[in-house]
């Protein structure tokens, strides 16, 4: 297996991320039948054997037609994904379990446009594409985020059959790309250790209209119940209502003060599960970590450091 | 590497374009399948195209199933058997209609494309002219472009063609290189079935009232001839095919041929050299100008003076050929031979007593010919297309009550009356004539020229041709059988000859044809060797062949490779400008630096030379609009470039 992969290394000239651009010349293109093209070289392997014996010279001239269209078309299909210039793009932070989008910018260059590319991570789902002449293109191909931490999600496969599906044209690339993956919040946790603060009297809900604050923008972890849908409604963009009332409070999430029984990625569950809870109902948090310490804060700043120091938690 | 897929299912512009070629393919086969067949194919693929048109669901599979069993046995119940080629198209051509049925998915599809390029070759086993190659052109693009389709759905109709015809064009080169250096073999591979050359018509080996008639109601060709030199006078032109000397009263049959062993002629005289053409007609024998000096390759020239090939014309064959029109044949014909040719049944009682007295008030025997052909001359014989039908006597018939025939009938009753005078004879059965294409020079013989004519023996001159038509019709050996017979007979429409802006075009045509066929259609394995040869290729055996496509296809790979890296980057005329400007200022040390954006560039430059600061912050403003703000058109970008060329610069 190790020598496969190395020789896999060796062949596809696979040697780790790569500076952006990322240009696929001629070296890095490979070239194939595909089954329908191996079906038409039968095809054409038969009816020759049909024109020799009844002597058609017509049905040569049609089978070395049809044999030229072939090379013809392998020509093609290289053609429509060599010097495609790839670059990464926005890539936002997921939870694990997540679908990750990892955006990519491609640039074609020449004045004819490229047609069904396809792309996708090795295990992932994959995105098709069309290229406009002298434009760039942007997509998110995604992969899903199955550990917290740095995600690297590989190398990209770019392929395509394009134009007769007789030959699949396809090559590697590994953009220096990376997606944060934040620890999975848990399930059905316990409420938020607000007593465990012992500062303030513990929580209002943030409920009621007496004590909204005002509104920011959406971010993936807020609650739908926070959502402003009327907003939504007026095809604004999503907002997430704030509410800091006068009772508002603080809350500090600590990792020694979980359960001892409890293992290292649970209790990164758990403070994931906290953190987004507090952040949802407005409340000042803070987090301490064996090592790490952020102290009080709110707002989506805040929450992006928190998840961030649980995801890199242990690196 | 490759993972599994599900093939996608199809879209309904990619049906369409797949029942368009499937359609296209199968007109032309209409004519050459049984009726049943046409009707089932129709049925099938209206039903389709309803489908398709009322977005229905396609049949059951167990349906299909059926349809494929039934379809299978009527192919059985017609042909009687599986194998060959009319049941294999049949099954093709049925599996293509069934499969357009179950046309699901792209794979479906693909099945489909492929059955249709299948199809494609198939009817060239019928015809392979011009007209056939323009329509299998035709129907060869719209097949690529329903590929073109299945490989991205979502383009206009003229994109795929448009690709389609591209992709076809560049592999055009490929199909002249492999044509003209993949090396030939001749077929057949295995043996052949019975019903491969059906349908081929022209002379038979037999001949009886009314078979040459018949024969010359078709304008077909028969083969062309090209001479060296000039084409011999037209009376010359006695285009020798099977001998007939067995005679049962009615039809005159060839005898068993042996190979004549000593040299053919026995005179000197000029010798005629010329390539003939001929048409396949699944006989053995071959045509040449009395009398034929020496077989082709692969022929034998027989007692008889007919020149017969090995195998059978199954396929168009070109021949080079030597005739010396003013030998003397058959000098040392042998005692056994001459009595073969006296041969007569007991019938025609009338016409035997007519010639016995002949041959007694005459005397020798070129006076008996003579008195033979007055005969035919004075008394009322008519040459016509259309002779009355005659019974069991048909000699005695047509020389005393008829009187009305073609050219089969005077030879054979001229060749019976030698004999029963005593002069060994036989008939000759061929062509006579030919017409001469002025466009490429060719000779073109059809089957309307069609001749039968008469040969005696005589002890001084050995066999002598007598054509006793000419007795009655002498314009039909001076100028073709359309000055000779009647008004009004049904001659072959391309034969008459009062149609003459017709006969230019159809000669205009037929030499294309000519060169389709000599250069297209006749390319086996020695005309290769032949143009090999002439191309400079030393010993052309197929190691060279194989290597010289190998390097050639290789050049025409590396040619589409330049084509398909070619980078064709237009810089944009206002960048282009822009760039003018920095060089311009690079000759007072100012060019641009790769990392400086317009505006840092004007404002270096405008502190080191702040005379230039006015115009360039104008040109800066304009060029910044251009490329990055909303201004467009042509008139700001032609005052930018000429802000910039009537910026003056003064070396300091």
């Known amino acids: 297996m190790q020598a496969v992969a190395s020789f896999k290394r060796w062949l596809f000239r696979l040697y780790g991320p790569e500076v952006a651009p990322i240009i696929l010349t001629q070296r890095r293109v490979y070239v194939l039948p595909t089954r329908a093209g191996l079906a038409f070289a039968t095809a054409l392997g038969l009816m020759l054997i049909g024109a020799i014996n009844y002597n058609l010279s017509l049905g040569y001239a049609l089978i070395f037609l049809l044999a030229g269209l072939g090379l013809v078309t392998l020509l093609h299909t290289f053609r429509n994904l060599v010097q495609i210039e790839i670059s990464p793009g926005r890539i936002e932070p997921v939870f694990a ?182 952040h949802a109902q407005g409340l000042a948090y803070g987090l301490s970590l064996p090592g790490r310490k952020i102290p009080l804060g709110h707002g989506a700043r805040q929450l992006q450091d928190c998840l961030e120091a649980l995801a890199l938690h242990g690196d | 590497m490759a993972t599994k897929r599900e093939s996608p299912t199809l879209a309904r512009s990619q049906e369409l374009w797949l029942l368009i070629s499937a359609l296209l393919t199968l007109i032309p086969d209409v004519e050459h399948v049984p009726a049943w067949l046409t009707t089932a194919v129709a049925v099938a693929i209206a039903w389709r195209v309803s489908i398709w048109w009322r977005r229905a669901a396609l049949p059951p599979r167990w349906l299909l199933s059926v349809l494929v069993a039934a379809g299978s046995a009527g192919v059985f119940l017609t042909y009687r058997h599986f194998f060959g080629k009319d049941p294999g198209i049949a099954l093709l051509i049925l599996f293509l209609a069934l499969k357009l049925l179950e046309m699901r998915q792209v794979r479906d599809g693909l099945a489909v494309i492929f059955l249709c390029y299948f199809l494609l070759l198939t009817h060239f086993l019928n015809a392979q002219g011009l007209d056939i190659a323009g329509l299998s052109l035709a129907a060869l693009v719209v097949i690529t472009a329903a590929l073109a389709s299945l490989g991205h759905a979502a383009q206009p109709v003229v994109a795929h063609l448009r690709l389609s015809a591209l992709m076809l064009a560049q592999a055009a080169p490929f199909m002249l290189v492999l044509f003209l250096l993949f090396p030939r073999v001749q077929g057949p591979l295995w043996g052949m079935p019975a019903d491969a050359y059906s349908g081929m018509s022209g002379l038979s080996d037999n001949m009886s009232p009314g078979s040459i008639s018949n024969l010359s109601l078709s304008g077909e060709i028969a083969f062309r001839v090209r001479f060296d030199g000039e084409v011999p006078p037209k009376y010359l032109l006695y285009w020798r095919g099977p001998v007939l000397r067995l005679f049962d009263g009615r039809t005159w049959r060839s005898g068993a041929q042996m190979e004549k062993v000593s040299p053919p002629d026995t005179a000197t005289g000029e010798t005629v050299r010329y390539a003939v053409t001929i048409e396949p007609h699944n006989k053995h024998w071959l045509f040449a100008l009395e009398m034929p000096v020496a077989p082709p390759t692969g022929a034998i020239v027989s007692r008889e003076y007919q020149v017969l090939s090995k195998t059978p014309v199954r396929s168009r064959l070109r021949y080079e050929m030597q005739s010396r029109p003013d030998s003397l044949p058959g000098m040392d014909e042998s005692e056994a031979s001459l009595r073969n040719n006296l041969n007569l049944p007991a019938n025609n009682p009338r016409t035997r007593a007519l010639a016995e007295q002949w041959q007694h008030e005459a005397g020798d025997p070129e006076a008996t010919i003579r008195r033979m052909l007055d005969h035919f001359r004075k008394e009322n014989y008519f040459y016509t297309l259309t002779p009355p039908l005659l019974g069991e006597n048909s000699i005695d018939q047509f020389m005393f009550e008829t009187r009305r025939g073609f050219c089969e009938h005077y030879a054979s009753a001229f060749v019976f009356a030698m004999r029963a005078a005593g002069i060994p004879a036989r008939v000759v059965t061929g062509y006579q004539g030919g017409e001469r294409n002025p466009v490429d020079g060719y000779l073109i013989v059809r089957q309307s020229d069609a001749h039968a004519w008469a040969e005696v023996w005589l002890e001084s001159k050995g066999w002598v041709r007598v054509d006793p038509t000419a007795a009655v019709a002498p314009n039909r050996i001076e100028a073709g059988l359309a000055s000779a017979v009647p008004a009004g007979e049904p001659l072959p429409f391309l034969v008459r000859s009062d149609l003459s802006w017709l006969r230019q075009l159809r000669f205009r045509w037929e030499a294309v044809t000519n060169t389709w066929n000599q250069w297209v259609l006749g390319y086996d394995p020695v005309r290769q060797r032949e143009v090999l040869a002439r191309l400079g290729m030393r010993e052309p055996d197929w190691k060279a062949m194989t290597a010289a496509m190998a390097v050639l296809c290789g050049l025409l790979l590396l040619g589409l490779t330049v084509w398909a890296l070619h980078k064709r980057v237009r810089t944009d005329p206002t960048v282009r400008d822009w760039n003018n400007l920095s060089r311009k200022l690079s000759r007072i040390g100012l060019a641009r630096q790769d990392w400086e954006g317009p505006a840092d560039y004007a404002q270096r430059v405008a502190l080191a030379r702040p005379e230039l600061s006015g115009p360039l912050r104008a040109i800066t403003e304009l060029y910044i609009d251009l490329r990055y703000g909303k201004l467009s058109g042509k008139m700001p970008r032609q005052k930018l470039r000429e802000m910039i060329a009537e910026l003056k610069i003064a070396k300091v």
């Open chain 1, 97 to 278: 379990g997540d679908i990750a989008h990892f955006g990519l910018r491609l640039h074609n260059r020449r004045k004819q446009g490229r047609f069904a590319i396809n792309l996708n991570f090795a295990g992932g789902d994959a995105v098709s594409v069309d290229l406009a002449p002298e434009t760039t293109t942007s997509i998110n191909l995604p992969l899903q985020a199955k550990r917290r931490g740095w995600m690297r999600p590989g190398r990209v496969t770019l392929e395509t059959r394009y134009p007769l599906c007789l030959v699949r044209a396809w090559s590697y690339v590994e953009p220096d790309m990376r997606c944060l993956v934040y620890p999975r919040p848990e399930v059905s946790p316990p409420p938020l250790p607000l007593s465990a603060t012992g500062e303030t009297g513990g929580a209002r809900s943030g409920k009621g209209t007496e004590d909204f604050s005002g509104l920011r923008t959406h971010q993936p972890a807020d609650s739908p119940r926070h959502v402003a849908w009327k907003a939504v409604a007026r095809e604004q963009p999503m907002l997430t209502k704030q509410f800091t009332g006068a009772s508002a409070t603080q809350v500090w999430l600590d990792w020694n003060e979980l359960p001892t029984g409890l293992g290292t990625e649970a209790r990164l569950a758990r403070l994931t599960r906290w953190l987004l809870d507090a």
